[in-house]
């Protein structure tokens, strides 16, 4: 499953960012979620962002596809800003991956129904899907590989092969953005090794730019090319792979 980059964003030079944050600053009634926050997000990015819990970091991500709105600053994704109007046309360019939920065993949704849903934002909701559509749920479960699984009641699976099926969804409609928040939450070591590998792999084959949120530092430092740590505001960002990163997370997680 090849990204089709639209030539809106084939246009788009290499310095020029995906997503951008300037000065931006959310708040819930009177809590500041996020303050002064600037921060650039490149094509093809891995990008990895980390911080404390409560930091802001879901937050972040909610401003990307718009469900949250500064009140200060601009949030702009492929060069348009999210304030105006724009939102549903970025939103069908966008994968998201919430944070992994318990799914009970007797919720009737199948495989193949769960990842479909990752089609409504073009479709449309209680919309038949076409052969087309179909054609992309199988290739979305053949890169996760779980083609074999299509049928299967989603809460039969494995809490890993549950997190496949969503990954999945979160590319089954070709996003150019794939957002990503704690996708190893709640798994144990061997299947978070696997999801990581699924997620360098798709990065690699399909040329998405992803923004994932994660406590693990060992897949930051490993995979991405780029990381931001947050605590309300942008304590640091750059390359993982340097050493002030580790003198970063050093004072921000064990200080």
């Avoid at 290499?14 to 650039?40: G, H, R, S």
């Avoid at 990581?196 to 792999?201: F, Y």
Wanted: net charge neutral; glycine share 6%; charged share 25%.
């Amino acid at each position: 499953m090849a990204i089709k980059t639209t030539p809106e964003i084939a246009e788009m030079v290499e310095n020029k960012p995906i997503i951008c944050f300037k000065d931006v600053a959310i708040a819930f009634q009177t809590n500041v979620a996020l303050f002064d926050v600037n921060l650039d997000i490149f094509q093809n990015d891995l990008f990895g962002i980390c911080g404390p819990n409560g930091s802001g970091k879901s937050t972040l991500l909610k401003a990307i596809v718009g469900s949250v709105e500064p009140f200060r600053g601009h949030v702009k994704v492929f060069r348009k800003d999210i304030s105006k109007g724009n939102i549903r046309h970025i939103k069908s360019k966008i994968g998201y991956l919430p944070q992994k939920e318990n799914i009970d065993r007797n919720f009737p949704a199948l495989v193949r129904d769960v990842v479909g849903m990752g089609l409504f934002s073009q479709v449309g909701f209680f919309k038949k899907l076409s052969k087309e559509d179909n054609d992309k749920i199988h290739q979305a479960l053949e890169i996760v590989e779980m083609e074999n699984l299509d049928m299967r009641p989603i809460g039969h699976l494995s809490g890993g092969q549950q997190q496949k099926a969503m990954i999945a969804r979160g590319i089954v409609n070709n996003p150019e953005i794939l957002l990503m928040d704690e996708p190893f939450s709640a798994l144990d070591f061997k299947v978070e090794q696997s999801i990581m590998h699924l997620i360098k792999k798709i990065h690699d084959e399909t040329n998405v730019t992803i923004v994932m949120i994660t406590h693990s530092i060992n897949f930051i430092k490993q995979y991405c090319n780029r990381a931001a740590c947050l605590d309300r505001r942008i304590i640091w960002s750059g390359n993982p792979k340097e050493h002030d990163f580790d003198d970063v997370i050093k004072r921000v997680f064990f200080h």
